[in-house]
């Protein structure tokens, strides 16, 4: 186990490295150079040498590369042109944000699509799983930024169920400590910002879930339906075992794997997809402030974002890769 | 022993009577298969009976639908099972489900597909005790390992924590085997226990089972293509072909004089060890997927060398000869050479 | 097990064909597919708007009849003179959203067209080469999934600056390492395949084995794969545009960006949210349906 570990861990390796060479080309290829996209379009020669040379953007490009690199360790990205305020102090203050709501889109898709395919698989060709293949394929079509528009339309605008956006109605009295605002509200013993928190997430939390659920439900469908056929499943019930037990240790522990992968995958996406659904929701997040930097072209910004959510993603899968080895013997040994 | 006197089986009641049992399969879009097709045979206490046929001959369907373990949708099984005086098939579902595994227990064919590829053996051992003789903790794992030992695994504490994938293809039939005898069932079904596994280790097995199922007083039902392992075993066999039983007798009256076309084909086909050596073999021609439907006349017709113009021209019966069940209008003579 | 012979009996006149008729089968199964002809109709309809979009729309895409009409507060809904109502800035809708229909089709063939050619290069030189080739290519390819899909077409359509071959080139971009795999798995799978094998014992040469044998075994998969990056394109340039990224030109509208748009008049206006957006959705679903049918029939491995 520890030698697969240690296995995986050097693979993120040349990715990582990949990545940041990737991402300072990039920066360096933007139009006018990383110093004019720093200073904004209006910059002048002047200000932009000035720059070049604070930057150390005139030396070579190893010495470049290598500055870059030891900063980038630091978490050093440098400052948003929009805000002037250090790239690194804008994420922290808006990942709690898109943290809060990855988890609350994980749980709706997750809640509903692991039943909604187990049973689709049991009840095989009946109206459930009729409904739920043809939902997932709709699933998969509907823009999030769509979906967004029509639940808030429906559910905020026509019927007043939910607040429309943000996160916190400002008019409630709360405290912030940790910036995950159910858990705020919770350990500050405030039930009506907790509450307020929560009735803030659902249409978002919905809008960014609903790929993940159709994901979710086609593949534990899928894999149910392999699993319930294989020779294990006939001895389990040979046994005479209850049919619950079957499900649990015969059928569902075998037929989660793949689940599981598709989990991490699309969990390793859900920042991404947050820059659509946050934008819509004007939830002040990390998608809402990277949606916000491509209209300014604070690139800055875009690059240090595109770093960590991308090594973000690279360390979920890793993870889930890992857990894989612990439910599943046959990876250990591998 | 038991298994040349035959006198007092024949006097007791039979723990399993199989009534004209049929199992049909219906595929959306496609042909109905009749898999089953009026099968009817008994297994009394303590007897060893054997189903011998080809694949597709309706063996392990049988099985199956004895265990109540064919999938509901697109099947039919028509007939009685008569288990102790119950009919299995119209059992309510919970309470088949306390005979799987506590009074009928199954072995199947492949060890490695029959085991949860992610559940330690010893689970899956103490599963069947947990669930039907309330035994817990530290007493089932005890027992398993127990269990473990007489099916002779060794090292069977070790044993208990690992995981299929680090058993021996012999050791995961023993671990199977000891599943199944864990709630020490009145039969034993095994379902071609050995064709997955090599040679050397097929007749440990088959010894295995015998030797338990002699310990227990358990009947067993095994079914097989392979007619050395009934030789070896069985105290009555029945010859399916294409879902029916064509031939049934003693193990003795079988093999000393097979009647029924078929029958003499199989025992004419397996490499003999005494036959001179370069004498040729003896295949049955054709496949077992040359058929003729049963109601038109004869399945095994298109290849048998027995063949007469009746044989096509209306399904034969099952006639009783005294010492067997024939179905064949024109079988072997008594100790005639089997045709090559 | 035997219920699994039974059936294999009975299904073995359809297990022995060659792999032609396989195709034939399966084109016959589509042909009886609800879903898939459903997933047909959607694209053709898709289709014929983008390519007839001007005998349609009753209006030019910049035209603004309602321009009278319009206030901040008041935006006209449909009506039997604007089908799809007015937007913002008094043009119809309807003949926006028709409009609409030849920008999205278009990212979406470019987009793909492109993203397939480079995975089947790069696919095809890991996969034909092998050794070191592979090595560097599946590095890239690995490195390029590490990035999520949207995330890395942001990047790219800000580094060409906004613009609709920005979109198509992010968007084909991004494409590319799907299609790398598939191609590579493919040439793994069929070098040691029997037919390959025959060949290479013949004394054929590398590139005739790939060009002549390989490829257009692989030609299947590579359809299926290509016919649901449609879909997705479409949906991912919908997003970039959404964001800002695409095209600004008032005269090709983008559904995106209709929608982008629309945003502060979503309470008064609804119906410019929607018709842009059910636009997508059917050409989209259209590719998936379709794509996804296609799959289940080609390999029988989806097929549930």
């Not at chain 1, 240090?304 to 599943?328: K, P, Q, T």
């Not at chain 3, 397939?116 to 560097?136: C, P, Q, S």
């Not at chain 3, 340039?237 to 600004?248: K, N």
Request: net charge neutral; hydrophobic share 45%.
């Amino acid at each position: 186990m520890l030698k697969f570990v240690v296995r995986r861990l050097l693979q993120l390796i040349p990715i990582l490295l990949g990545l940041s060479v990737l991402l300072f080309v990039w920066l360096r290829a933007l139009p006018g150079g990383p110093a004019q996209a720093l200073l904004g379009e209006r910059a002048t020669a002047e200000s932009v040498a000035r720059i070049e040379a604070l930057y150390g953007l005139n030396e070579p490009w190893y010495v470049q590369y290598w500055k870059f690199i030891s900063a980038a360790v630091q978490l050093d990205f440098g400052n948003s042109a929009r805000t002037n305020r250090p790239v690194i102090e804008e994420m922290s203050r808006t990942f709690p944000a898109t943290f809060e709501l990855a988890i609350a889109a994980l749980i709706f898709a997750i809640g509903i699509g692991i039943p909604l395919g187990y049973y689709a698989a049991r009840k095989y060709g009946s109206w459930l799983d009729n409904l739920s293949v043809s939902g997932s394929l709709l699933g998969v079509a509907v823009p999030v930024f769509f979906l967004a528009y029509i639940l808030k339309y429906v559910f905020s605008v026509q019927l007043g169920w939910f607040p429309t956006q943000g996160r916190q109605d400002p008019r409630v009295d709360a405290d912030h400590p940790t910036g995950l605002y159910v858990l705020d509200g919770i350990i500050t013993g405030n039930p009506e910002a907790t509450w307020d928190a929560i009735m803030h997430l659902v249409l978002p939390a919905i809008a960014l879930g609903a790929i993940p659920l159709a994901i979710i439900v086609r593949i534990t469908r899928a894999s149910v339906l392999d699993v319930v056929h294989e020779d294990y499943v006939r001895t389990a019930e040979a046994k005479g075992l209850w049919e619950r037990t079957i499900t649990r240790r015969h059928v569902l522990r075998n037929a989660l794997l793949p689940v599981i992968t598709v989990i991490g995958l699309q969990a390793g996406l859900l920042f991404s997809g947050a820059i659509l659904t946050e934008t819509v929701f004007a939830f002040d997040g990390v998608g809402r402030f990277i949606a916000e930097a491509i209209s300014n072209r604070d690139y800055a910004v875009l690059q240090g974002f595109i770093l960590v959510i991308a090594a973000m993603y690279v360390v979920v899968n890793l993870l889930v890769d890992l857990s894989y080895g612990l439910i599943d013997p046959r990876v250990r040994v591998r | 022993m038991r298994v040349t006197d035959s006198e007092p089986l024949l006097r007791s009641e039979p723990l399993l009577d199989v009534r004209d049992l049929s199992v049909t399969f219906t595929r959306k879009g496609g042909p109905t298969v009749r898999a089953v097709d009026g099968v009817s045979f008994t297994v009394r206490p303590g007897e060893t009976v054997g189903l011998v046929g080809e694949s597709g001959s309706g063996k392990s369907v049988t099985s199956l639908a004895v265990m109540r373990l064919l999938p509901r949708r697109g099947v039919q099984v028509g007939g009685q099972v008569l288990f102790d005086g119950d009919d299995l098939l119209t059992l309510p579902r919970d309470r088949m489900r306390d005979i799987r595994g506590r009074d009928i227990a199954m072995v199947f064919q492949d060890p490695m597909s029959s085991l949860n590829p992610v559940v330690p053996i010893g689970i899956q051992v103490t599963e069947v005790l947990e669930r039907h003789q309330d035994l817990k903790g530290e007493t089932a794992r005890a027992a398993a390992e127990e269990l473990l030992f007489r099916v002779g695994i060794p090292d069977p504490r070790r044993r208990l924590k690992e995981y299929p994938h680090q058993l021996s293809g012999g050791m995961r039939q023993r671990a199977l085997i000891a599943m199944a005898l864990a709630c020490k069932p009145r039969l034993l079904i095994a379902d071609e226990p050995t064709t997955a596994l090599d040679v050397t280790i097929q007749a440990q097995i088959i010894e295995l089972l015998k030797e338990l199922v002699q310990d227990t007083g358990a009947s067993l039902v095994m079914i097989t293509h392979d007619l050395g392992v009934v030789a070896g075993l069985c105290d009555t066999v029945h010859v399916m072909y294409s879902g029916r039983i064509v031939e049934s007798a003693g193990r003795r009256e079988l093999f000393g004089e097979p009647r029924h076309p078929y029958t003499g084909g199989l025992l004419a086909s397996v490499p003999r060890l005494d036959a001179p050596r370069g004498a040729p073999l003896h295949p049955i021609p054709g496949s077992p997927t040359d058929v003729l439907s049963w109601h038109k006349g004869c399945a095994f017709a298109p290849r048998c060398p027995n063949r007469l113009d009746a044989c096509i021209g209306g399904p034969p019966r099952l006639e009783s000869l005294g010492d067997r069940s024939l179905r064949c209008l024109n079988p072997l003579e008594q100790n005639e050479e089997v045709p090559a | 097990m035997s219920l699994s012979e039974v059936e294999a009996a009975t299904e073995s006149e359809q297990v022995e064909q060659p792999a032609g008729n396989l195709r034939k089968e399966a084109w016959k199964r589509l042909k009886r597919d609800p879903i898939a002809l459903v997933g047909f109709g959607l694209i053709a309809f898709f289709v014929l708007v983008a390519i007839f979009a001007p005998l349609i729309a009753p209006y030019a895409p910049d035209a603004q009849p309602g321009r009278g009409m319009i206030t901040p507060t008041n935006i006209p809904g449909p009506s039997a003179e604007h089908w799809f109502g007015l937007d913002a800035s008094g043009r119809d809708e309807f003949s926006r959203v028709v409009y609409g229909a030849r920008q999205s089709l278009l990212v979406g063939v470019v987009a793909t067209l492109f993203g397939m050619a480079g995975g089947l290069l790069l696919g095809v030189l890991a996969g034909a080469f092998g050794g070191k080739v592979d090595t560097v290519v599946m590095r890239i390819v690995d490195i390029m999934l590490s990035i999520p899909g949207l995330l890395m077409a942001i990047a790219i359509a800000a580094l060409l600056g906004a613009g609709l071959w920005s979109v198509m080139i992010a968007i084909a971009i991004i494409n590319v390492p799907v299609f790398a795999r598939l191609l590579r798995g493919q040439m793994l799978a069929q070098r040691g395949s029997d037919y390959v094998l025959a060949a290479v014992s013949l004394g054929v040469r590398r590139r005739p084995i790939v060009l002549g044998h390989i490829l257009p075994n692989s030609i299947s998969p590579v359809i299926v794969q290509a016919t649901l990056t449609l879909a997705t394109a479409i949906i991912e340039a919908a997003g970039l545009s959404f964001l800002g990224l695409g095209g600004a030109d008032p005269r090709v509208p983008e559904w995106g960006r209709m929608l982008a748009d629309t945003q502060r008049y979503l309470a008064s206006a609804p119906h410019l949210a929607f018709f842009p957006g059910i636009a997508i959705v059917i050409a989209a679903l259209g590719f998936t349906m379709l794509g996804e049918r296609l799959r289940e029939a080609i390999d029988p491995k989806y097929r549930r």
